[in-house]
Structure formats: C-alpha cells, structure tokens
C-alpha cells in the first residue's frame, strides 16, 4: 500500500509490555489526530513490540509539542520513535556496475512519482550508465577500483554519500563486495539486490548454472548489507516458476524483471518508514 501524500508517519517499537497498543493510539486520539492506516507487530521470541501509524493531523498541529508528548507517553514502556512528515522525501544514492535494468527501474519510478524519493547521485566503478544518469539529470561519479587500493575508491563514495546528504544508499547491482568498514559506516541505510536461485550458485554465470541443474524456481532477494556477503537482513522476497522450456538467456530475462521489481519494493517499504530491524531479521509492517 503506498502512502498518502498528507499523512504523517509514526514508527516506535519496545519492549513488549502491557498498553503499549494503548499508549500510542490513545495519544494520537488526545491530539486530534486521525489514524489512516495502522499495523502492529508482537515478537514473541524477542519479546518486542513494534507499530507503525499514518495519520492527518489536526489543525493547529505542533509537531514540537507532540514529539515531546509522546516522549513522555513512551518513556515508561522504553519506547523509541520516529516521526515523518508529509510529503518527505530522502535523499538517496544508488551504486552501480554496468547492468542498467535496476537502475534504470529505480529512476522511472522516483520519475512517475511511485518511489517518493531523491536520487542525488549515482555512483559506478565503470563509466558505462553515466548517460543513463545524466537523461535523468543526476550527477553520475566514475570511481574506478584499484584492487591495490580499495580503501582510496570507498573513501571517495562515502564523500559522495556524506556531501550529498544521503540518508539511503541502495546498490542496484553493484558488482563489488564492499568492505567491513564500509558496511559498517552504512548498517541499517544500505540495501543491496542479488538474484536467489536454489540450489545456490557462486561464482561466473550463476543463470548457466541454474539452467545445468534444470532448476524450477528463479528469484531475488533485497536485504540491508551487512559484513555477511548477502546475508543482511531480508526486506522482500520475490519468485518466479520455469521448467524446462527456458533457456539460459529465457532465465537472465527473468531474472532481471524480479530483481527490479524486488529492490524497487524493499527501497519502498524502506523510504514509508515500514522496516524494523529485529536482531538480524526484519519486521516489515
């Protein structure tokens, strides 16, 4: 479901203790503020509470006054908050390679105004998509990787992330493991996109693989970057059935729409504020 564009959005999550439904939506009744949407999540295994509400704000709202009272509201059930105004848009800087179909897919949607977000950089290791960025208007940086001196390259792309104010970095097929430094510097603000094919396949052509083995499911996974090599916290999930008749190109073909369509929802859920981080899995409300 896409966000309203004159709601507000509150995340919180804590402990999971008695009224904590109760807390926030007793407070947004007080405040006059009119609920649109709400989702609620109890893990029983970590034992926390996780809620997200959209909602109209009354007139004569002070969002000062009401950060400060649900401050208060909260304090006693430990709870940690977030709240977005309408109409917010991040800033966001997307990496890539030389594959085009993630990234262009990305634009075209923050174009047409489905993802409400602002993409202010893109960032490569090749040269290959600055036309792409440049139809677009945004600023495309061409940092070439000295194997020899990788940290020299990753310095220079958190100074573009840094300069540019970027509060999300989404790697549409950036082919480069990222180093432990680096993904530490981007925990939790870092989404990276790699196809899922089972069995798994490592390594040069992993679609020729799969075809080898005659596999009957083809998919990709979106998750949160991590010192793990694709093994952050999950976001979204998406899979197609083929057989026999589908060739190695029939499998990239596919490939490429599910890898598009799966990142373009998991950087949604991300930008309306639906992803909560839970040790190393995701709530997504």
């Not at 896409?2 to 009744?29: H, N, Q």
Request: with cysteine; charged share 25%.
């Amino acid at each position: 479901m896409s966000r309203a564009p004159d709601t507000w959005i509150l995340t919180a999550d804590c402990p999971s203790v008695l009224g904590t439904v109760d807390a926030v939506t007793r407070y947004l009744f007080e405040q006059g503020c009119y609920v649109t949407e709400h989702h609620s999540f109890d893990d029983r295994l970590s034992s926390r509470f996780f809620i997200r509400v959209e909602f109209r704000q009354p007139e004569g709202f002070d969002e000062a006054s009401f950060r400060s009272g649900l401050a208060e509201r909260g304090e006693s059930f430990g709870m940690i908050f977030e709240l977005t105004a309408p109409n917010y848009r991040p800033k966001v800087v997307i990496m890539v390679s030389k594959a085009d179909h993630c990234l262009n897919d990305l634009l075209y949607r923050q174009r047409i105004n489905q993802l409400s977000m602002d993409v202010v950089a893109v960032v490569s290791n090749h040269p290959d998509l600055e036309p792409l960025a440049r139809w677009h208007e945004i600023p495309y940086y061409h940092f070439p990787l000295d194997p020899n001196d990788k940290p020299a390259q990753e310095a220079r792309v958190m100074k573009v992330i840094e300069d540019t104010g970027a509060e999300l970095v989404v790697l549409a097929r950036y082919m480069q493991v990222l180093s432990p430094e680096l993904c530490r510097k981007l925990d939790g603000k870092a989404i990276n996109i790699h196809h899922s094919l089972l069995p798994g396949f490592k390594g040069a052509k992993p679609y020729h693989q799969a075809y080898n083995k005659g596999v009957k499911l083809v998919g990709a996974t979106a998750h949160y970057i991590n010192n793990d090599l694709d093994e952050g916290p999950i976001i979204a999930q998406g899979v197609e059935v083929v057989d026999h008749s589908h060739y190695p190109e029939d499998l990239i073909a596919k490939g490429r729409d599910i890898e598009g369509l799966t990142l373009a929802r998991a950087v949604g859920y991300h930008i309306e504020r639906r992803v909560f981080l839970n040790a190393n899995r995701t709530v997504v409300l």
